[in-house]
């Protein structure tokens, strides 16, 4: 089955192109902008990408990274019987800080990011009546 790429930026490394969408952002002025097809497949994928860049943005403050601007691409496929294959992503980071400082930072949100942890985990999903 094919990939499923998605991509979301913010500040300086905001995405720019056509078709994209833009949303209200707590740490940016410009909000996020994410270029990604209408599926589940992709929504999935963008659920992991926004989390990690949120949580970019959340968890440099107190690490003391300043944040310019913030990319992340998240991709990934299905098998034949639509279960997932993984979801691998990647950040691009526009900072003021160390080498050492922003691998700390994206060790950091890697730990902690939200819906990364729910996917890796598992979880029931049903429909309510």
Avoid at 41 to 48: E, I, M, R
Wanted: proline residues 3%.
């Amino acid at each position: 089955m094919s990939e499923y790429e998605v991509v979301a930026g913010a500040g300086s490394l905001r995405v720019a192109s056509d078709g994209v969408i833009a949303f209200p952002h707590r740490w940016t002025a410009e909000g996020v902008a994410v270029d990604a097809a209408f599926s589940g497949a992709h929504l999935l994928n963008l659920a992991v990408a926004g989390c990690v860049l949120n949580d970019v943005y959340r968890e440099a403050g107190p690490l003391g990274v300043a944040v310019r601007g913030v990319r992340v691409r998240a991709s990934g496929g299905f098998d034949a019987q639509w279960r997932s294959t993984g979801i691998r992503y990647v950040v691009e980071l526009d900072a003021d800080a160390s080498p050492d400082a922003v691998s700390a930072l994206l060790q950091r949100v890697d730990e902690i990011a939200e819906i990364p942890q729910a996917v890796r985990a598992g979880a029931v999903v049903q429909r309510a009546e």
